[in-house]
């Protein structure tokens, strides 16, 4: 896969990310829990005592984790490429402790799942698969302009 279409592909991941975690914030602050699709304990993980880390709900935290995916993703493919490269395993290992974290409370803890949390997990994951590609990939071959 090229250089461009994991660049690509982390920004549409960011985007489905960001996503979620919208629509969790807006089922948080209209006091509806969200519906659960495939699981069964959405509305106990979105109203449990994990569900706010010092006061912020966790949707608000992922809205901006999943914000600066998109910026670093865009970084990545305009301009500043080589350092932005280099930050972008980083940033997403952050993603992928929380969503290890996360999934450790619903399965062990509450032994319930919310299925918008699980696919936050899941783009959190693949944004690090991605972000550590992107950094191998540029360590390799940088991304040339027009490419």
Not at 62 to 74: D, N, R
Not at 98 to 105: K, L, Q, T
């Amino acid at each position: 896969m090229s250089n461009k279409a994991i660049a690509i592909l982390f920004l549409i991941v960011a985007f489905v990310g960001f996503m979620d975690a919208t629509y969790l914030a807006a089922s948080h602050f209209r006091g509806i829990p969200p519906p659960c699709l495939l699981t069964d304990g959405c509305d106990t993980v979105t109203s449990s005592a994990y569900s706010k880390i010092i006061g912020i709900p966790v949707p608000m935290l992922g809205i901006i984790y999943y914000l600066g995916m998109l910026v670093l993703g865009l970084g990545y493919i305009d301009k500043n490429r080589f350092n932005v490269a280099k930050a972008i395993p980083w940033a997403t290992a952050i993603g992928l402790v929380a969503s290890i974290w996360f999934v450790y409370v619903q399965a062990v803890i509450l032994d319930a799942f919310c299925t918008y949390c699980l696919l936050s997990a899941g783009t959190s994951t693949i944004l690090f698969l991605l972000g550590i590609q992107i950094f191998i990939k540029e360590k390799v071959t940088p991304l040339l302009p027009n490419t």
